[in-house]
């Protein structure tokens, strides 16, 4: 893995000089706002000119025009204290200035009285807006004080509280839709389209969801962005680390769990460290992050049995030793994770930045039908890597550039032996169980499959920013990625009942890995206006993606093996482009209200995959009517997937601790990618993908905040959607097509589509003291296929039948001691309160409930696996300890 590693850093930093050479320096947001505000004279109401105003934590500032205004840009996120000088008047510092990215912090008029004498300084707290009016689509933000205090351990879970999202599906799309950013970069892998890392909340400074229609900057995405803004290095000697065990805990519930319950005080387990401070000698900040964790599954694995291979199961069954067996858990994880980010200003108006964070985990994934041989089952080993420099050159107090230059490597194998000669291989077999014993578990054999994944992604990325004027901001930019892809598996075993074949490299059947370079850019413009009071946001994108493959040239000779039909040959793939225009509008109807409109097309690539899985058509070389299927073939020649999005909303600050947000919005979804059926020229036919599928979401979001007054703070996110569409995965018209089913498009509720979500986070929190919060989430069922009865072709309308409602509690809790004259928190967690077994997963198709079965005979072997159920309770307990107050 090491030596995998070196060699992806290595090839990465060639692609990464040669990328700087070939294009253009250029900026990228994504990591800072901005604040504006106005200073007049105290007494004679009228414009301080010359006033400077600096945010000394930020190193920047402005000085106030002949109107008094001010406009800083590029602050990075976090919190503030603005202060302002004027020679003859007295001196005023703010505090409290919550800056966010992507955003502009408008500060209330300031005050400053005229004086001749040096007087003390004048102290005043901003005040963040519990709503923003000036804000053109729904864009929630969490920063990091909140963070710490609920009850989430890393991104996604930040991310599920937000309203318009359901289990990491935004407004009703696919689940690879999400752009996931690092610091204003995409960390997403390609091949799934899915954030590469789990961030752990010890890095968040700040996570914004965008959740509604974005910016033109923001590409390869149709549902929302996630922007994780990382903390950086402090400007003095900072410390912090947090430890805590637990268990799941369900004394009251094993009967009904179908488990027995066992107390396991050390099954999880977290250990992190943060250390920051400067290198005053060298201009530099640096934060040092490392974190170790494991988490034991709370179903528990008995070693009845080994995987070598007996006779027959009877035999292993018979030999069987009489000891008592050994007892661990069935599924497990071990992780850790280490960051680095280093922030230098040593050149004027510059700030250079670089970070890096390596993720590694080991595990083995819960299989129940292995709890008595989990020798037998697989290991997965990941190593994530996402690091780069970013360069920041601030020209003019109006203008400023950002030029970055990342690194995403993701390492993954799932497999039971590296090598795939090794003899244990074909000492145990294929897994093997006696019917009708013990649920019919696995009592010898060992997993056969083995998948490995290698992608380095080398991205530059940049962005221009000019304030044009107070009331004006424009931006352009672009991006470029060249993925390295591979993916697939490294020889194959094949069970040929008394014993295994080890195939390698033998195509079309058993390929060797594929090797995919495909290239994506981008590039784009955005304009912010601001009119009197009228909000304007406007932007237009351009993508490009080449596959750099081939296809057939004619689909009905896919393998150019039919005899007296016109030649096929390979062909290369297309360059693919796009263009996307967007706009938003914000109008003030009264100070503390808003009526806003978005409207976007948005373009998104499928995941690589989709498109390069089984690309190779000369599989299809034998492929004759009526004979057998060879599954559904890739397509790297495919179009971008396209969804345009209307929203309409109404924000309103009612008071200035309590604030609504409620938007509707329609999706119109086309380009999906799906599966059409091919006839070749000697009546065979193949499913291939391309852009077949389509779908609809229309829906409503409600946000209601409630701002912490001396104790309280309460958020409600309500959503209401409609999200239905031809299927809900590319493979699903080719496997109702297998079944017998009708092929042909319909339009049925997407499998994810979820009527009603709430979620209310309520807070009480005594500052220094201590703090509490919980976390009620409450759904309506999603959709499953009802079955009148058993066999085949016995199924009702596709996703007809709803699953029952769901209810979910998670709290915190924590309280604040000195010890060792440090600043120390005790705390504990409790997810899933209540212990609900239930939570929008399996059903029986028979029944629509997780609990029974109306023909418990033939889900005799479900029934006994209690992994149907939702996790139960856990509860952890921990400490936390701070350098200083």
């Known amino acids: 893995m090491v030596s995998r590693l070196r060699r992806g850093v290595l090839r990465s930093a060639w692609d990464a000089a040669l990328l700087a050479a070939l294009l253009p320096a250029g900026a990228i947001a994504g990591t800072t706002g901005k ?24 190193r920047t500032g402005a000085i106030t025009d002949e109107q008094g205004r001010y406009v800083i840009l590029n602050v990075p996120a976090g919190t ?10 007295r001196a005023v510092t703010i505090q409290n200035i919550v800056v966010t990215v992507d955003n502009t912090t408008r500060l209330a008029d300031q005050a400053m009285e005229e004086t001749a004498l040096a007087m003390p300084e004048v102290v005043v707290s901003a005040k963040r807006p519990v709503v923003d009016i000036g804000l053109t689509s729904n864009l929630q933000t969490v920063g990091r004080r909140e963070i710490e205090k609920l009850p989430v351990q890393d991104l996604q879970d930040v991310v599920n509280l937000q309203a318009g999202v359901v289990d990491g599906h935004i407004r009703g ?6 752009q996931y950013q690092v610091d204003g970069v995409t960390m997403n892998d390609p091949v799934t389209n899915q954030a590469g890392l789990k961030l752990d909340r010890s890095l968040l400074e700040e996570v914004q969801v ?15 962005v996630v922007n994780a803004v990382l903390r950086r290095g402090t400007s003095r000697f900072d410390w912090n680390a947090e430890a805590y065990l637990g268990s799941f805990v369900y004394p009251g519930n094993a009967d009904a769990r179908g488990t027995p319950y066992e107390f396991h005080p050390t099954g999880i387990q977290s250990y992190q460290m943060s250390v920051s401070g400067p290198l005053a000698s060298w201009n530099t900040t640096y934060l040092l992050n490392a974190h170790a964790g494991a988490f034991d599954d709370y179903v528990d694995a008995t070693r009845r049995f080994t995987p070598w291979q007996a006779k027959t199961p009877l035999d292993k069954i018979a030999t069987a030793n009489d000891s008592t067996p050994e007892v661990s858990p069935l599924g497990r994880t071990r992780a850790a994770t280490g960051v680095v980010r280093l922030t230098n200003h040593s050149i004027p108006g510059v700030e250079l930045n670089y970070q890096a964070i390596v993720e590694g985990a080991e595990g083995r994934k819960t299989n129940y039908l292995f709890r008595l041989n989990p020798d037998g089952l697989t290991d997965q080993h990941t190593l994530s890597l996402v690091q780069g420099i970013d360069w920041t050159h601030t020209l003019n107090t109006k203008t400023f550039y950002t030029l970055s230059l990342r690194q995403n490597l993701f390492d993954y194998r799932d497999l039971k032996y590296d090598d795939l000669f090794d003899p244990r291989y074909v000492q145990a077999g294929a897994p093997r169980n006696y019917p009708g014993y013990e649920a019919d578990a696995w009592v010898m054999g060992v997993d056969l499959g083995r998948y490995k994944q290698w992608t380095n992604t080398p991205i530059i990325k940049g962005s221009f920013v000019n304030q044009r004027s107070h009331d004006q901001q424009i931006k352009f930019g672009g991006e470029y990625q060249w993925p390295h892809v591979e993916y697939g598996s490294p020889g194959y075993l094949v069970d040929l009942g008394t014993s295994i074949a080890r195939i390698v490299d033998q195509p079309p059947n058993f390929p060797a890995i594929p090797r995919w370079r495909p290239d994506i850019a ?23 993606f080449s596959a750099r493959a081939s296809v057939p040239s004619d689909l009905a000779n896919p393998a150019n093996s039919i005899a007296g039909a016109p030649a096929s040959v390979p062909v290369a793939t297309t360059p693919k482009t796009a263009l996307s225009p967007r706009i938003g509008v914000s109008y003030p109807v009264t100070r503390n209200a808003a009526l806003f409109f978005a409207y976007g097309h948005f373009y998104q690539f499928p995941e690589l995959g989709q498109i390069f899985t089984q690309a190779d058509y000369s599989i299809l070389a034998d492929l004759q009517a009526g004979g057998i299927s060879y599954g559904v073939m890739g397509n790297p020649d495919i179009k ?27 999706k119109d979804i086309r380009d999906l990618l799906g599966t059409e059926f091919v006839t070749t020229y000697n009546g065979a036919e193949y499913a291939r993908l391309t852009n077949v599928d389509f779908g609809t979401v229309t829906g409503i979001t409600l946000s209601v905040t409630r701002r912490a007054g001396r104790v309280f703070s309460t958020t409600l996110d309500y959503t209401w959607q409609n999200a239905q569409g031809n299927s809900s995965d590319p493979h699903e018209t080719a496997t109702r097509a297998s079944n017998g089913e009708d092929p042909r498009p319909r339009s049925v509720p997407f499998n994810w589509d979820q009527r009603h979500t709430l979620v209310l986070t309520v807070t009480a929190a005594q500052p220094e003291s201590y703090n509490a919060s919980m976390i009620l989430h409450a759904a309506t069922g999603q959709p499953f296929t009802p079955a009148t009865s058993t066999g085949f072709g016995n199924g009702l309308e596709d996703n007809s039948g709803r699953k029952p409602a769901v209810l979910v509690i998670d709290l915190r809790a924590e309280k604040n001691v000195n010890a060792l004259h440090l600043p120390v928190s005790a705390f504990m967690r409790v997810f899933n309160l209540t212990d609900a077994r239930f939570n929008n997963g399996f059903v029986f198709n028979t029944s629509g409930s997780p609990y029974y079965s109306r023909f418990p005979a033939k889900d005799y072997v479900t029934l006994a696996d209690p992994t149907r159920y939702y996790a139960p309770r856990r509860i952890e307990v921990g400490v936390t300890l701070r350098g200083r107050p």
């Open 640 to 666: 971008p997937e396209r969804t345009v999005q209307y929203q309409f909303g109404y924000k309103q600050s009612i008071t200035d601790d309590f604030g609504i947000d409620a938007t509707i919005f329609y």
């Open 522 to 544: 981008a590039a784009f413009a955005q304009d912010e206006l601001e009119w009197n009071d009228l909000h304007l946001r406007a932007g237009l994108r351009f993508d490009y």
């Open 173 to 178: 799309g696919r689940i690879g839709e999400v």
């Open 80 to 89: 503030y204290e603005a202060k302002l000088q004027l020679l003859g008047y």
């Open 35 to 58: 604040i504006e505000g106005r200073v007049l004279d105290a007494a004679k109401k009228q414009p301080l000119a010359g006033v400077n105003v600096a945010i000394p934590a930020a």
């Open 210 to 224: 965008v959740s509604g229609t974005f910016d033109a900057e923001y590409g390869q995405a149709m549902s929302g």
